[in-house]
């Protein structure tokens, strides 16, 4: 058998496509997801690889099964492939966060799809198609204990990425915010793993520089106390890592301290808003705008840099909401900024809430990333 696993990128940075901006081609990163995927494959069955980012979409392939990860913002695109894919006969199958919100447009398009992550289904789904008894959806309940294999990262190799020391150490988020489409996707739980399974993927990474590693959790200290456990186990590895976390953090300085002596030089945080009534009506209770500042203060103490994301577009926001902004990133002396439309990802309660207000601009999803505009502010 042989299984194409496709990776979906915004139209503009597709491989086939000219005038892409300038440097995207050192930006390109993987999706973990493909590697993960691939070692919960049985290792008699051929994995081929397809990213937009680098390669064009071959419909001649002599293949079995295609396996799409799709999002919101590529699902148009999804929808495209698997429909040329099907006319050939081929069985086409759907997994991540849009299938998982959208079940039922998905379906339209695809022969099966995965709900949840796919840890514990992907085997069952082989198997089943396998012995042409392919079911129309597969659903992990994401209750049971985060139990992986090793990625194969060598499904990437000769591609290009800028860097593959993708690792995992949890997954989902606890928090409740209405415009955060993960914490649907993960049922609002946050699960952990072993830590002697992510120390021993991350010994056994494969790209240069062996030494850094992405963490490509949502959360990484949403559990605070595995979070202590997890960072002083990473100390004797002597490497040094990016993730993402919450503004809470800035509330344990043991936590901070430990995250820095475990080689940690960056963090995403999710600010969102410098408005209290924004955060509150985005039920994101655990940002405390009164401690922003003490959170980057925390953070630059022990030398971890921030980027610091922000959403534009909430109802109490006015155009002051900008030099606002700009002003605490100046104080804050913040490294870096990444600022986005707010965005009600279909499946959130969020959308549902603009859908009856009759404020969507759009049910274009390809523009749902974040960078267009597709509410009525």
Same mark, same amino acid.
């Given at each position: 058998?042989?299984?194409?696993?496709?990776?979906?990128?915004?139209?503009?940075?597709?491989?086939?496509?000219?005038?892409?901006?300038?440097?995207?081609?050192?930006?390109?990163?993987?999706?973990?997801?493909?590697?993960?995927?691939?070692?919960?494959?049985?290792?008699?069955?051929?994995?081929?690889?397809?990213?937009?980012?680098?390669?064009?979409?071959?419909? *001649?392939?002599?293949?079995?099964?295609?396996?799409?990860?799709?999002?919101?913002?590529?699902?148009?695109?999804?929808?495209?492939?698997?429909?040329?894919?099907?006319?050939?006969?081929?069985?086409?199958?759907?997994? /991540?966060?849009?299938?998982?919100?959208?079940?039922?447009?998905?379906?339209?398009?695809?022969?099966?799809?995965?709900?949840?992550?796919?840890?514990?289904?992907?085997?069952?789904?082989?198997?089943?198609?396998? *012995?042409?008894?392919?079911?129309?959806?597969?659903?992990?309940?994401?209750?049971?204990?985060?139990?992986?294999?090793?990625? @194969?990262?060598?499904?990437?190799?000769?591609? @290009?990425?800028?860097?593959?020391?993708?690792?995992?150490?949890?997954?989902?988020?606890?928090?409740?915010?209405?415009?955060?489409?993960?914490?649907?996707?993960?049922?609002?739980?946050?699960?952990?793993?072993?830590?002697?399974?992510?120390?021993?993927?991350?010994?056994?990474?494969?790209?240069?520089?062996?030494?850094?590693?992405?963490?490509?959790?949502?959360?990484?200290?949403?559990?605070?106390?595995?979070?202590?456990?997890?960072?002083?186990?990473?100390?004797?590895?002597?490497?040094?890592?990016?993730?993402?976390?919450?503004?809470?953090?800035?509330?344990?300085?043991?936590?901070?301290?430990?995250?820095?002596?475990?080689?940690?030089? /960056?963090?995403?945080? /999710?600010?969102?808003?410098?408005?209290?009534?924004?955060?509150?009506?985005?039920?994101?209770?655990?940002?405390?705008?009164?401690?922003?500042?003490?959170?980057?203060?925390?953070?630059?103490?022990?030398?971890?840099?921030?980027?610091? /994301?922000?959403?534009?577009?909430?109802?109490?926001?006015?155009?002051?909401?900008?030099?606002?902004?700009?002003?605490?990133?100046?104080?804050?002396?913040?490294?870096?900024?990444?600022?986005?439309?707010?965005?009600?990802?279909?499946?959130?309660?969020?959308?549902?809430?603009?859908?009856?207000?009759? @404020?969507?601009?759009?049910?274009?999803?390809?523009?749902?990333?974040?960078?267009?505009?597709?509410?009525?502010?």
């Amino acid at each position: 058998m042989r299984i194409l696993l496709l990776s979906l990128i915004k139209d503009y940075l597709r491989a086939d496509k000219l005038n892409k901006p300038k440097g995207t081609i050192f930006l390109r990163f993987p999706s973990l997801a493909l590697a993960n995927i691939a070692a919960l494959t049985p290792k008699k069955y051929e994995i081929i690889v397809i990213d937009e980012q680098i390669s064009p979409v071959d419909y *001649n392939l002599n293949i079995d099964l295609v396996a799409i990860s799709v999002n919101t913002s590529v699902s148009k695109r999804a929808y495209e492939i698997a429909d040329n894919f099907r006319k050939k006969g081929v069985k086409v199958v759907f997994g /991540g966060i849009h299938p998982s919100l959208m079940p039922e447009e998905c379906l339209k398009h695809a022969d099966s799809i995965v709900i949840g992550d796919a840890n514990s289904s992907w085997e069952k789904l082989i198997e089943d198609f396998k *012995n042409n008894k392919l079911k129309r959806e597969y659903i992990n309940d994401q209750t049971k204990e985060l139990k992986l294999p090793i990625p @194969r990262w060598e499904i990437f190799k000769g591609k @290009r990425y800028i860097n593959t020391n993708f690792v995992e150490a949890t997954r989902g988020c606890t928090h409740n915010c209405k415009f955060c489409s993960t914490s649907h996707f993960y049922c609002h739980k946050h699960r952990i793993r072993p830590i002697k399974d992510v120390i021993r993927d991350i010994k056994n990474v494969k790209s240069f520089p062996r030494k850094f590693i992405f963490f490509v959790d949502d959360n990484i200290i949403c559990d605070k106390k595995y979070a202590k456990k997890l960072f002083k186990s990473l100390i004797p590895l002597n490497i040094y890592w990016i993730s993402q976390a919450t503004i809470d953090i800035g509330e344990d300085e043991e936590l901070v301290k430990l995250a820095a002596e475990s080689g940690c030089f /960056g963090l995403f945080l /999710g600010f969102d808003s410098i408005s209290k009534l924004n955060l509150n009506n985005m039920e994101k209770k655990h940002n405390q705008i009164e401690g922003y500042k003490k959170t980057v203060e925390l953070l630059h103490k022990y030398g971890i840099g921030i980027e610091a /994301g922000f959403i534009f577009g909430f109802d109490n926001d006015d155009k002051s909401v900008f030099k606002k902004t700009f002003e605490f990133l100046k104080e804050t002396n913040t490294e870096s900024f990444l600022a986005m439309y707010l965005t009600p990802v279909p499946g959130t309660s969020m959308y549902e809430e603009f859908k009856k207000q009759n @404020r969507l601009l759009t049910n274009d999803y390809s523009k749902y990333d974040f960078r267009h505009v597709v509410i009525k502010p």
